[in-house]
């Protein structure tokens, strides 16, 4: 199983001197998926703005840019720190289920999931969150007016980009669905095939959505002809939104979720993103144990078998805390983790169906993006933000060139039945309405001796354990080119099977961890 690979896993790290505590780093860094999106962020900062002004500005270039990976279609979490104040916050944008969306939505007359219907098309489309959250970001933390900050991403959907070999393959795993619908097909392919390496891609109607959406703020994308459109398509297309899913939805501010680790500080994503309660957890469960002093087969083991158990509860218990309780203390309570410390054998993997009987699922791997950004006084934002899929749901709004993401398919359509990445779950990751989707999604702050990080990746369900294997790798205070080229594995319980990227082990370790018991 191939990974996606972390286009902007790390940032930046910042070294102390011998008894010193350096708080601020020297330089601007900005880390993104995407050349034209990193440029875009600059460009805003020197044209005065701040920190989350180039956010604003990256995020809405990325949406034109890498449209595999996100979209004024999709939505996202910002994480924040303000260094004068201390403040980390969480923005949370992501999509909302529609209010005429049910639990058996996705169902056949026998209770089958219809996994296509929660995939492709317009009922597979959440309630987006991203214009909204451009919105908040330039309007509470930034200098600038949005207008200025979306001028980038503007300029380049007007003029086109050239279609680079990553686009190109991203198309090729959607092409099929992209052709269902001619006008999405038209934006995106050439005469129905993929449009050759070089090639601009022009979004007229995406540059009129987001003019509106600077002229009017979240009026120009949740009312008046933009919303019209959009509605239009979608019960076109047999979706269910309607104009009240637009005119209601609201971004939301969470308190991220924060740990320690070995003397490092982390603060991550909050729900309804597992990313942050998974990462705290599985690194509470390992705080007690020297991964150091093991050899590469018995580390690799026992971090699997960490993740294996976080991954557990996450199916157990996560889901959108405003509509369900979540025992958030007790998953990031160390004493709780040690407990589960204490069922790993260093010679024996315990099989996932001894935790709950469940069975093993399909799993795929698809896309979001990610980027991080950090300034000259050590305000940050780490930002991940997606469509779900490649090319989400596969449709476009006509007149709107806004990409319809898939994020229903990250709720539960029935009890322990695997989504797309095959992850299970319960009741508290079912589907109402106007609830928000579990998420993946880790964007994270780390903080120790003096240095800090930002990072975060794609990768859908692999997100997390990505991003635990950069933060370990962070912890044993390697640099930043170290973090990204850690070889990436993965366990999520269930499929009960570790996963991993091309070379990511050796023969000795695929050896080793099948004869501890382990699926590869």
């Not at 995020?59 to 260094?83: D, I, M, T």
């Amino acid at each position: 199983m191939k990974f996606p690979y972390l286009s902007c896993l790390v940032l930046l790290i910042v070294l102390s001197a011998p008894g010193c505590s350096v708080k601020q780093p020297h330089q601007v860094a900005i880390a993104s998926a995407h050349p034209l999106a990193t440029q875009a962020g600059f460009e805003i900062l020197h044209k005065g703005g701040n920190v989350y002004d180039a956010a604003v500005a990256v995020s809405a270039a990325l949406a034109v840019v890498e449209p595999s990976g996100s979209g004024l279609g999709g939505g996202g979490f910002w994480l924040l720190h303000r260094e004068s104040d201390g403040l980390d916050i969480m923005v949370d944008g992501r999509e909302k289920a529609p209010l005429a969306a049910h639990q058996d939505m996705y169902l056949d007359a026998s209770g089958q999931v219809l996994s296509a219907l929660s995939l492709n098309g317009a009922l597979a489309a959440g309630i987006p969150g991203m214009p909204a959250g451009l919105v908040h970001l330039s309007k509470k933390y930034g200098k600038l007016s949005l207008a200025e900050s979306l001028q980038p991403a503007i300029r380049y959907a007007e003029q086109g980009f050239e279609i680079d070999v990553r686009h190109q393959k991203l198309l090729a795993l959607r092409k099929e669905v992209l052709n269902q619908d001619a006008a999405t097909a038209a934006i995106f392919l050439t005469q129905g095939q993929l449009p050759a390496k070089g090639s601009l891609l022009v979004q007229t109607d995406l540059a009129g959505t987001l003019k509106q959406l600077a002229a009017y703020g979240q009026a120009g994308f949740y009312r008046g002809t933009v919303a019209d459109q959009l509605v239009q398509s979608v019960q076109q297309g047999g979706g269910i939104w309607r104009l009240d899913d637009l005119s209601s939805y609201q971004v939301l501010e969470r308190q991220p979720v924060s740990g320690s680790y070995k003397g490092m500080h982390i603060t991550s994503a909050a729900l309804p993103s597992s990313g942050g309660i998974v990462l705290v957890e599985t690194l509470n469960i390992l705080e007690k144990i020297d991964l150091e002093a093991v050899d590469s087969i018995t580390r690799k083991h026992l971090i699997s078998e960490a993740m294996r158990r976080a991954y557990h509860d996450r199916a157990l218990y996560l889901g959108d805390a405003d509509f369900v309780d979540v025992p958030v203390a007790r998953l990031l309570n160390k004493q709780y983790a040690q407990g589960l410390a204490s069922t790993i054998r260093t010679d024996k993997a315990l099989p996932s169906d001894y935790l709950t009987g469940q069975m093993a699922v399909k799993q795929g791997g698809r896309n979001t993006t990610h980027f991080s950004i950090i300034d000259t006084e050590g305000n940050r934002v780490a930002a991940t933000l997606s469509v779900n899929y490649p090319f989400g749901a596969g449709l476009v709004a006509a007149g709107t060139g806004v990409l319809l993401n898939n994020e229903m398919d990250d709720f539960v359509s029935a009890e322990n039945a695997g989504n797309g990445y095959g992850l299970v779950g319960g009741a508290a990751n079912a589907i109402a309405p106007e609830k928000r989707m579990l998420s993946s999604m880790t964007p994270t702050f780390l903080e120790k001796d003096g240095r800090i990080a930002v990072l975060g990746t794609p990768g859908g369900s692999r997100i997390i354990s990505m991003v635990l294997l950069a933060t370990l790798d962070f912890a044993e205070g390697n640099p930043p080119k170290s973090w990204v080229k850690v070889k990436r594995f993965h366990h999520q319980y269930i499929p009960d099977q570790i996963l991993y990227e091309k070379n990511g082990l050796s023969a000795a370790e695929i050896s080793g961890l099948q004869s501890l018991g382990h699926s590869l």
